[in-house]
């Protein structure tokens, strides 16, 4: 941890996690390179474990205590603050490998042009194993977001963009400001290895995220960039047309194996023996429709 002015700033929203912010903070901790700071972010917690934590917490350089915000209001309320060159977002239930901030400041520091590093990444927690997510392209990711919410950043760019779009309700806040910060026409780089590791917690945002809700957050995404998405309208319209074959092929084999059944064996005796119950008065269940 540095004394002087850091070079790269942690800022950790916490909101009723406190059970897991000493493991958060223990990975930044035990970095290789060590000119860095924490903020915590205590968003209005009301469970009384994490405010009694945070109240007497010595570990990170700053704590800020806000009303409940949300994370895009909590992130920005913590970069206000920042003294460091370069922003690593840290969510407080969240791990990262020792080695991260060196290898990812080695990049910003020699890649001028670079304005977002991130690593391969691992669950852990309810489910294990690596993220099953494509390397980042353009103009693929305006279908998709493909980039990890603990990525790397220039403070610079973040007072460029206006810092997190709060009104992204629904979540996406990252999705909304990595397409921000690649507005400026900075380059994005992956470094290829896991360094970042995202716990997966029952009920959390990204598995309350309904259909409705996803519509709601890509309309939202439009309106936020409109330029950004005309200029690549021919993108958006080969995957519609992508889906649309997707479908149909779909479509195709499901017909050929409903085909199948229908035409097997079993299939006529379960018809017979509907049949031969509707016939006797009998109570048609629902297994006798499944075929369970």
Request: net charge negative.
């Amino acid at each position: 941890m540095s004394n002087g002015r850091p070079t790269v700033s942690v800022i950790m929203p916490c909101y009723n996690q406190g059970h897991y912010l000493d493991e958060a903070v223990a990975s930044v901790l035990a970095q290789t390179y060590q000119s860095f700071e924490i903020i915590v972010i205590n968003d209005g917690s009301t469970d009384p474990e994490t405010t009694r934590l945070l109240k007497h917490y010595e570990k990170p350089n700053v704590i800020i205590h806000t009303a409940n915000q949300g994370p895009s209001a909590a992130r920005n309320t913590g970069i206000q603050q920042a003294r460091g060159e370069y922003i690593l977002p840290l969510d407080s239930d969240d791990r990262i490998a020792p080695t991260y901030l060196e290898k990812a400041v080695h990049i910003l520091n020699t890649e001028p042009d670079a304005g977002i590093v991130y690593s391969q990444a691992e669950q852990f927690g309810d489910k294990s194993g690596l993220f099953d997510v494509p390397a980042y392209s353009f103009p693929e990711i305006l279908l998709g977001n493909m980039i990890f919410n603990s990525s790397f950043y220039r403070k610079v760019d973040w007072e460029k963009v206006g810092g997190y779009n709060e009104n992204m309700v629904w979540g996406w806040e990252d999705y909304d400001f990595w397409l921000s910060i690649i507005e400026l026409g900075r380059d994005v780089i992956r470094i290829p290895e896991v360094l970042y590791f995202h716990r997966e917690l029952p009920n959390s945002r990204s598995q309350q995220m309904t259909h409705d809700k996803w519509v709601q957050s890509y309309v939202q995404l439009f309106k936020n960039h409109p330029q950004l998405y005309s200029d690549h309208i021919e993108t958006l319209f080969q995957s519609l047309v992508d889906l649309r074959a997707d479908v149909h092929r779909t479509h195709t084999r499901l017909h050929r194996v409903l085909s199948q059944v229908q035409s097997s064996q079993f299939w006529k005796l379960r018809n017979q023996w509907l049949k031969l119950k509707k016939r006797l008065g009998l109570k048609i269940e629902e297994d006798d429709l499944t075929g369970l």
